[in-house]
């Protein structure tokens, strides 16, 4: 054990001034994750009087494990329920903030007379804010469960899906030159493929075999049950070129609909804790004093532009979003920081050689600053909007209330399933048994992609290779296709239902309808076919053999109807049940 | 975050492994420890298809941190006052397993043909057994809170503490050829008064401030500031050249005396849950079968002396002791295994380049084997001991009997203070504050020889830096002196009263005892200077300024009698509540 002592020396280092300052803070009254920011100085290498840290690499993987850790917890407090009820707010909200903090950033950047790139990359930067930060600071202050703090939560979930789409986006950019929105929409379409796919699949599958583990086991048991499930989704989530972070909260989320998700909080609780103490510690590391004064007037601008610039855009988002005045200011308050992901974005500059130097170490001091700001702005959020409430001219609040009352009057208002909601009901199911046949087919194709040597091996015929590969993929696509054609055959009767009007067709209507109900599903498979065939176009078969393989599918289809339509109602029932489920207290 | 894909895949690897085998081996109604070890054979390098760990560095790393919370999770669940009720036997169990497995593994090397240091490295291996290795197997079978357990574990620590000693010593045998008496002496010496003056400071100490963050704090709180102080006691202690596992556990054994051990207990789980399962798994990563095969004769040669030889040792120990037979042979069947000490002791003798490079392996794999077999030893114990039992002869049992007989009537039996309950206490009492005393001057002995050049700087006169740094020690140490000196002359009078006999003495009888009482306090203090002065010769000032020390300290104690009186008995007070204090349930 005499190989580690410096590694258990950077430990006790870090663990200790943690427990000190984590006490002193509390007595301070001021929010813990500054103490562990002022620690990460202390502790540094570049404050007096010498480096305490031996092995940064080691205690910077430790950190990487407590972003884990903080992102799984989220994903488990997450409800996907409550995720719909804040989407369109919380799209509108990060949308509107990313556009805004992209422009301020390309502005101050070009304004201090910095490369294109730079101010480019200065933007991206700006744009996405801190999850943990947030995180940790609104559960400090005890605010995690208000209402603002879920449309936060909301805007953050969508800031990390732009963010990755960015992240891909400025890889492109800055390889090429050039930014094509083909590229782009591709991107956010795999993105949220994979999203919805792995939510699916991950609550039709987690939660039974969590339920399963904690029936017969020990806590033991199940910790390492839901580290494994925890982890290995992360690798998955990053050999797909995603962030830890994204993997980390999607399976947070998934577990959430566990019944055990109280005994699986309760067990990650101390790990959480343990490891985020660390990753706050390893952003005050970071933190070089002597770049912040080379460098303090742009640090000083941005750091104001951050604040400022979230505050407006995502406040004014939110509000215009249907928001109250308050929640707006809470919640543009709350996201006025930069972090995680502004050092990703730096990093990508720097590795890709098309940013200068200096910028890692000020999105990183900005970071910081913004950092230490974050828990005052949101204390002070309620204070100021009180007052701007009462500074208000009175012509200027009732417009404002108008477009609150003009913003509700749009809403649909209805009780009972109307036409709108039914058929509503019927795309999203579409949509989902689509997303399912689309993985389904992609992952066949990314699988045969990195299995062509074997594959050659034991299939030397590249045209039966690819039949043998594309019919396995319809056969396990079978039951949501059927369910497909199920689901456009009844949006077809509603759709000839309303669309026929029996005082001008008169006698044709019913054929007219008739012909509708049957040609509207053909019409959807064959704009199925063409979906998937272009999925999958590196494993489709020459046209004679794709022919013969869809009417043997067909063929095969019509012989395993009842089965198919069976298997799929029981996943559909497995799926409802656990969703409905609650946990046990 | 891309830059860690590397270890987060590692991990990822070893947790899912770890659940699933953790799941099937529940199943298999196996210890799960089995399972861990399996699935590090199969991540490991040496198995088919490939290696699966990429950064086994980092891997082996979280593996020592499962070692430090297995151990100070075990020092959580030891109590002082058991410690003291299994001592005597503990320590006749150890020393008598460590003795005859020295042997058999020097004779065993010698047999075949390894050269003198080879066997001499070999007989070390065989000697400890594994702690985590016991303790996992021992609560996997739910057994932990038997009897027979808590022999076990204080076994466990003797020989922890002459393991550490035995590793000084092979080193300094290895490198200079020799080992004297003198130094074997020392080491042990030096370990006894570290643990005895931590464990006092300790819990005078940690327990107060534990109790005032968990009265003012969240869960969050309370965990880091218990694994600030975890890991800075084990810093200090590595720094001392002790080894982890015994700061971790000495820690946990001063916690352990805090009021809420409960709370502690349930935040640490989650960690050490966590991280044991990667050090057992790490075990597994270690074992090639490929030496296996190669060594295959001396390992099962090997394997079998360490489960009967340590049967035999450790069990006869426990029955000469005075134990009865079923719990020796539990205690015997125990600890038939060898493991983490033994690697720390192979590595030695690879670092030192006194032993053959198959040693390392084979002491690996003797594990991986004994390892194996302990729970399935465990579990036949009681088995066999009844078979043993039934199949004896009956001249054989009585004998045994009569010995059991024979150890109880040696036994002191008295009700109320005796001369020797009272001797002893006072003896105790003396050795303590002794204890506190020589830690003290050793301190300060070492913080100058470490503090050298500032203190020259700032007091260039070495005589008067001596005076300055001893009349400091002799100042802290003041109340225990007191306490020393008054302890004396109570414990001179009560010789005073037992050896002087009226019928002999006569009229003389009150002046020999006054004599005797004053005599021997003032002889004890001049033994006392001698040790002192012994033990902090470093420092020591020449003699004219000692003598003017003296004096000027012999005033000020007169002076600051009172006190010092009351500062010892606050301190005694202190201890004996947190003592006397039951945890919380």
């Not at 509390?26 to 540094?44: D, E, F, S, T």
């Not at 910077?60 to 707010?89: A, I």
């Not at 369910?483 to 309303?498: D, G, I, Y």
């Amino acid at each position: 054990m005499h190989q580690e002592i410096g590694f258990i020396q950077d430990l006790a280092v870090v663990m200790a001034l943690a427990g000190v300052v984590t006490v002193l803070f509390h007595r301070l009254k001021q929010p813990v994750v500054l103490g562990y920011i002022a620690a990460g100085v202390i502790i540094g290498p570049y404050t007096p009087p010498f480096p305490l840290i031996h092995g940064e690499q080691t205690i910077q993987t430790m950190g990487e494990l407590g972003v884990v850790f903080l992102m799984f917890s989220l994903g488990l407090e997450f409800s996907l329920k409550k995720l719909f009820q804040v989407g369109v707010t919380a799209i509108i909200a990060a949308v509107s903030e990313i556009a805004l903090m992209m422009w301020i950033g390309y502005e101050i950047g070009r304004a201090f007379g910095w490369s294109a790139m730079d101010a480019l990359f200065l933007g991206a930067i700006l744009a996405i804010s801190s999850t943990t930060i947030i995180v940790k600071a609104l559960s400090d202050l005890g605010l995690k469960r208000e209402k603002f703090a879920q449309l936060v939560f909301g805007i953050l979930i969508v800031e990390d899906i732009l963010g990755i789409a960015m992240l891909v986006l400025l890889g492109g950019l800055a390889q090429t030159g050039e930014l094509s929105p083909g590229i782009a929409f591709i991107t956010l379409s795999k993105l949220l493929l994979f999203m919805v796919v792995s939510l699916l699949a991950g609550i039709m599958v987690v939660p039974r075999l969590l339920g399963y583990v904690a029936r017969v086991g020990s806590d033991e048991m199940l910790l390492i049950s839901v580290l494994g499930f925890c982890f290995g989704f992360c690798l998955l989530v990053v050999k797909l070129d995603y962030s830890i972070a994204l993997g980390a909260f999607l399976i947070g989320a998934i577990m959430a609909e566990s019944r055990h998700l109280h005994r699986i909080e309760h067990l990650i609780a101390p790990l959480r804790d343990a490891f985020s103490a660390i990753f706050f510690v390893t952003v005050g590391l970071m933190l070089n004093p002597h770049v912040m004064v080379e460098y303090a007037w742009p640090i000083a601008v941005i750091s104001l532009a951050v604040v400022l610039g979230k505050l407006v855009s995502c406040g004014l988002g939110t509000f215009l979003a249907g928001s109250d005045g308050r929640t707006s200011m809470r919640v543009g308050m709350t996201v006025s920081q930069i972090g995680e992901f502004s050092f990703i974005i730096a990093s990508l500059g720097l590795t890709l050689k098309v940013t200068s130097g200096f910028l890692y170490p000020i999105a990183v001091a900005v970071s910081a600053i913004t950092t230490l700001t974050t828990p005052y702005l949101i204390r002070f959020a309620d204070p100021l909007s009180q007052k701007l409430a009462r500074a208000m001219p009175s012509a200027v609040s009732n417009v404002f209330a108008l477009y609150g009352q003009w913003l509700s009057s749009l809403m649909p208002r209805s009780s009972g399933p109307t036409f709108f909601t039914l058929v509503r009901r019927i795309v999203v199911q579409v949509a989902l048994n689509l997303a399912l046949v689309s993985a389904i087919f992609i992952g066949v194709s990314y699988g045969a992609y990195y299995a062509a040597p074997a594959l050659s091996a034991w299939l030397p015929d590249a045209h039966i290779q690819r039949v043998v590969l594309w019919g396995g993929a319809l056969l396990i696509a079978m039951p949501f296709l059927v369910a497909v054609w199920r689901k456009m055959q009844s949006l077809a009767l509603l759709l000839a239902e309303v669309s026929v009007n029996p005082e001008h067709a008169g006698r044709l209507t019913r054929a007219l309808r008739h012909t509708i109900a049957e040609i509207v599903p053909v019409l959807a498979m064959v704009g199925v076919f063409l979906l998937v065939a272009g999925l999958s176009r590196t494993i489709l078969p020459p046209t004679g053999y794709l022919i013969g393989l869809l009417a043997g599918a067909a063929g095969l289809t019509m012989l395993l109807w009842r089965w198919c339509v069976k298997i799929h109602a029981s996943m559909q029932i497995a799926l409802r049940e656990t969703f409905d489920e609650r946990p046990d207290a």
